[in-house]
């Protein structure tokens, strides 16, 4: 099982990142946005984390510089794939 639940501090300006491919088939697989998010856990720790699609598009709208939030992701090689966001 590969589950991370996380909270803390959002300590990067929120970016908003769009992705081209034009190798995919389908067109819903050759638009991909992603918003990378560096979080401060309680412990100073950072650890990056990574939205996609709907996800980023949430967080990109909802989610500011300061902010605390709780993120359920994926472990990924080097960063958390955010599967849920929300605003704590």
């Known amino acids: 099982m590969n589950l991370c639940i996380l909270s803390g501090k959002v300590i990067n300006e929120i970016d908003f990142k769009f992705v081209y491919n034009p190798l995919k088939k389908s ?3 050759k638009h991909i946005s992603i918003v990378p998010i560096l979080l401060q856990l309680e412990n100073n720790q950072k650890i990056w984390l990574k939205a ?10 909802k989610v500011n510089q300061g902010q605390y939030i709780l993120v359920e992701g994926r472990v990924k090689a080097d960063y958390i794939e955010v599967d849920y966001c929300k605003i704590i």
């Open 27 to 29: 067109l819903s697989q």
């Open 52 to 61: 996609y699609n709907e996800m980023a598009d949430f967080i990109y709208q």
